[in-house]
């Protein structure tokens, strides 16, 4: 099934109410597919598809801990002398 993204912003939960049935639907732009949207994949389902070489799994995680810096000057400071040039 395709749909438009104007109408899947419209009726946006009836249609992931038939993803979550099973069924898969294919979002384009201006004719053009861009997106599909279908049920996510229970592990088995996901096993499966990572043996058969469809999917392939993360190899590394996430970003780690962020790291937080002193500012020099107030950003107020430096807003304003931007703005004043």
């Known amino acids: 099934m395709d749909v438009a993204i104007r109408e899947l912003k419209a009726n946006l939960s009836a249609y992931l109410r038939r993803a979550t049935a099973g069924q898969l639907i294919t979002v384009t732009d201006r004719g053009r597919p861009v997106a599909v949207i279908g049920p996510v994949l229970d592990h088995v389902q996901l096993a499966d598809a990572v ?8 190899v590394r995680r996430g970003l780690g801990p962020v790291r937080r810096h002193r500012a020099v000057r107030p950003s107020q400071q430096v807003l304003d002398e931007d703005r004043s040039e």
């Open 51 to 58: 043996a058969s070489g469809w999917v392939t799994p993360a």
